[in-house]
């Protein structure tokens, strides 16, 4: 009877260890993931009725072994390489968690990202509330990574709006935080006016001004320039003036050289483009991040 209390004792020892400790490598203990496609890593596979997915060719045609997983790229997207950057495993999506009844343990993290999402949604909030309270260890969740990045559907559908999505994503955020969560790198909305999407629309094949005007970064000129991209204009995978008017799917052209361009589809970057993103946020100390880069926050 002692022995096997000295065994249970043990055991209980051993899982809080897991938890508080990580190795030297892992910047944080876990990584939770929220926003829309630009870093859905799968979630939108298991959705029944979903309109945005990307669970077949060309998508993921640079993924390891050329397998297509739901993300919205030629390869490898902004989630992949934050995980990087932070020394973790790419956090799951739950659905796939859920639906395969998985007893993969969450404490490296789960992503709740899925393609579509927007900040007017009304997210999962039972699932978001089971998942982050069954640690229940708010100084777990105080050294975790919360990525959110949310906000171009938003635009995209009614930009007009964008008081109420301000607002919206502040109550969304104090939820989170009330969790125990406070490290977050919320990412802004890029030059979306700039989307093949949107230029294709244009006589002159120029971005939308009126759309720019509310996004966080309308450098996007500059990227042929400072990041090496050729092309900035025309989506890498698609049918139509800048492979723009019909979707990327197993009957589009794409381009061969996929690092020169970036945007992969007519919304969403390549592999290449997300990587240098990531970069920036993890590096950069002035130009893309405020008030501290990606590295800094992590070091607290």
Same mark, same amino acid.
């Given at each position: 009877?002692?022995?096997?209390?000295?065994?249970?004792?043990?055991? =209980?020892?051993?899982?809080?260890?897991?938890? #508080?400790? +990580?190795? &030297?490598?892992?910047?944080?203990? %876990?990584?939770? *993931?929220?926003?829309?496609?630009?870093?859905?890593?799968?979630?939108?596979?298991?959705?029944?009725?979903?309109?945005?997915?990307?669970?077949?060719?060309?998508?993921?045609?640079?993924?390891?072994?050329?397998?297509?997983?739901?993300?919205?790229?030629?390869?490898?997207?902004?989630?992949?390489?934050?995980?990087?950057?932070?020394?973790?495993?790419?956090?799951?999506?739950?659905?796939?968690?859920?639906?395969?009844?998985?007893?993969?343990?969450?404490?490296?993290?789960?992503?709740?990202?899925?393609?579509?999402?927007?900040?007017?949604?009304?997210?999962?909030?039972?699932?978001?509330?089971?998942?982050?309270?069954?640690?229940?260890?708010?100084?777990?969740?105080?050294?975790?990574?919360?990525? =959110?990045?949310?906000?171009?559907?938003?635009? #995209?559908? +009614?930009? &007009?709006?964008?008081?109420?999505? %301000?607002?919206? *994503?502040?109550?969304?955020?104090?939820?989170?935080?009330?969790?125990?969560?406070?490290?977050?790198?919320?990412?802004?909305?890029?030059?979306?006016?700039?989307?093949?999407?949107?230029?294709?629309?244009?006589?002159?094949?120029?971005?939308?001004?009126?759309?720019?005007?509310?996004?966080?970064?309308?450098?996007?000129?500059?990227?042929?320039?400072?990041?090496?991209?050729?092309?900035?204009?025309?989506?890498?995978?698609?049918?139509?003036?800048?492979?723009?008017?019909?979707?990327?799917?197993?009957?589009?052209?794409?381009?061969?050289?996929?690092?020169?361009?970036?945007?992969?589809?007519?919304?969403?970057?390549?592999?290449?483009?997300?990587?240098?993103?990531?970069?920036?946020?993890?590096?950069?100390?002035?130009?893309?991040?405020?008030?501290?880069?990606?590295?800094?926050?992590?070091?607290?």
């Amino acid at each position: 009877m002692a022995h096997n209390n000295i065994l249970v004792i043990l055991i =209980i020892l051993s899982i809080f260890i897991f938890m #508080f400790t +990580y190795s &030297q490598a892992q910047k944080a203990p %876990a990584m939770f *993931i929220f926003g829309d496609s630009l870093v859905d890593v799968g979630n939108n596979n298991h959705l029944k009725f979903s309109m945005n997915e990307a669970d077949f060719s060309h998508y993921g045609i640079d993924f390891p072994n050329k397998v297509f997983t739901g993300r919205f790229s030629n390869g490898r997207n902004a989630a992949d390489f934050l995980a990087e950057k932070v020394g973790l495993p790419t956090s799951p999506p739950y659905l796939s968690m859920i639906s395969n009844k998985s007893n993969e343990n969450f404490l490296n993290g789960v992503s709740f990202a899925s393609g579509g999402a927007g900040i007017f949604d009304d997210t999962d909030k039972q699932s978001c509330s089971s998942i982050l309270n069954s640690t229940n260890l708010r100084q777990f969740l105080s050294k975790s990574l919360f990525p =959110i990045v949310i906000g171009s559907n938003d635009i #995209f559908a +009614y930009f &007009q709006y964008v008081d109420s999505m %301000a607002l919206s *994503i502040t109550v969304q955020l104090k939820r989170i935080y009330d969790f125990g969560a406070r490290k977050f790198a919320i990412v802004g909305v890029g030059s979306i006016g700039c989307c093949p999407s949107i230029r294709k629309d244009i006589y002159t094949d120029e971005c939308n001004a009126e759309i720019n005007y509310w996004c966080a970064n309308q450098k996007r000129k500059k990227l042929n320039s400072v990041f090496g991209f050729i092309e900035v204009q025309t989506a890498c995978c698609g049918l139509g003036h800048l492979r723009a008017v019909f979707p990327c799917d197993l009957f589009s052209a794409y381009c061969p050289n996929r690092n020169d361009h970036d945007l992969w589809d007519a919304y969403h970057p390549t592999e290449a483009a997300a990587h240098i993103i990531v970069d920036n946020m993890y590096h950069d100390t002035s130009n893309y991040s405020f008030p501290m880069n990606l590295r800094d926050l992590l070091a607290i």
